[in-house]
């Protein structure tokens, strides 16, 4: 199953960065299984070299757990997006354990701390074997925290999605290698591991066809979805705005400053949007080109003429450091009882036209 997912992410569409940690983790997993198989094929073996062998092979096996659970903790804080412990004091503290890891591994063939092959060739655990129980543990409690903290912070539901499977990632293994510790000879490691990572591949899979690859919000489809299934739910005290964003004058920073800054206006805005709007749970995404779709659920107007008034201010703010002016118009339309999709977009998008219309005439 690895050989075949790191096949099928070679052959894929992933972003680079997604592409290459994806694929780092798969190899150093199947490096760990490959370790693991050759351990019963030497464990007891009785041809010449056979010992000797079996020493190497048992520590490079757990020296490839601490640099396996390394990578595993690192790509769980690439795929949650966070900033936490990012910084060179940081990134040198991760690495001491797996360090550790190695050297008390390599160091193993001479001491026995974390295992022993006695004059049969078979192999006995060392004394220390807890320390690399304790690193492994560390890791993936990490993999595991990054997800589960970034949950409770994360209000958007793709987001979210995407963040239960990175728990996965981290769940999985973790449980395995406790049933692992707790019952010697039982490889059930690898059979959490594949499944953590199976889970993670089919996550971004979904991801790449719910969203927009520019902005990283959600796209048309999932708007879609989105408002289909909040028909069927009620809010007390509340009711459901689609508000219609379109950037202002998007052709001429096009036609002036080229289409790399044009997407670069487009990724500011979907910034403005997930700060403005993401942490209070409303539903983003872009609709298409330079428009973006907001679903709310809001007590009145008033409350959505101050969310439209927040938007606008804080992307002015945002463009005051670029050579032309971002602005948006935003148009919203509330839920009626028993209206359709269409009737509610076509009323946000006569909103969204007589903004538009006024700030013509105003020029």
Avoid at 80 to 90: A, E, L, N, T, V
Avoid at 158 to 181: E, H, T
Avoid at 290 to 298: G, I, R, T
């Amino acid at each position: 199953m690895i050989i075949m997912l790191m096949f099928m992410v070679n052959r894929g569409v992933m972003h680079e960065a997604d592409r290459n940690t994806f694929y780092r983790l798969c190899f150093n997993t199947q490096l760990l299984f490959l370790l693991d198989v050759l351990w019963v094929l030497l464990d007891g073996a009785t041809y010449t070299g056979a010992r000797m062998l079996n020493y190497f092979i048992n520590a490079a096996y757990f020296a490839q757990c601490g640099i396996l659970c390394y990578f595993w903790s690192q790509y769980s804080l690439h795929l949650s997006g966070s900033q936490r412990f990012s910084g060179k004091f940081f990134k040198v503290l991760f690495i001491v354990p797996m360090a550790v890891e190695i050297l008390l591994s390599v160091v193993s063939i001479k001491t026995g701390w974390y295992f022993t092959i006695d004059a049969d060739n078979h192999y006995h655990r060392g004394n220390l074997l807890f320390i690399q129980v304790i690193v492994m543990f560390l890791y993936l409690v990490y993999s595991l925290l990054v997800a589960v903290f970034t949950i409770k912070q994360q209000r958007d539901i793709l987001n979210r999605n995407k963040l239960y499977a990175i728990s996965a990632l981290g769940f999985l293994p973790f449980i395995s290698q406790c049933l692992q510790a707790q019952f010697p000879g039982v490889s059930v490691f690898c059979t959490g591991a594949t499944l953590g990572l199976v889970i993670v591949f089919l996550e971004i899979q979904r991801e790449m066809i719910s969203v927009d690859p520019l902005t990283r919000l959600n796209n048309r489809n999932q708007a879609s979805i989105y408002l289909s299934g909040r028909f069927k739910q009620e809010i007390p005290g509340k009711k459901l705005y689609q508000f219609l964003v379109d950037l202002d004058k998007f052709k001429s920073i096009n036609d002036t400053y080229g289409h790399m800054e044009g997407d670069n206006a487009l990724i500011i805005v979907s910034s403005v949007l997930k700060n403005v709007c993401g942490p209070q749970g409303h539903f983003i995404s872009r609709y298409g080109g330079d428009e973006f779709v907001v679903f709310a659920n809001l007590p009145d107007n008033a409350a959505a003429d101050n969310l439209c008034e927040l938007l606008e201010n804080k992307l002015r703010e945002r463009s005051q450091t670029l050579p032309y002016t971002l602005a948006l118009s935003v148009g919203y339309a509330a839920l009626r009882e028993g209206e359709t999709e269409e009737s509610l977009l076509s009323r946000a998008d006569a909103s969204l036209y007589k903004i538009k219309k006024r700030k013509h005439a105003e020029r």
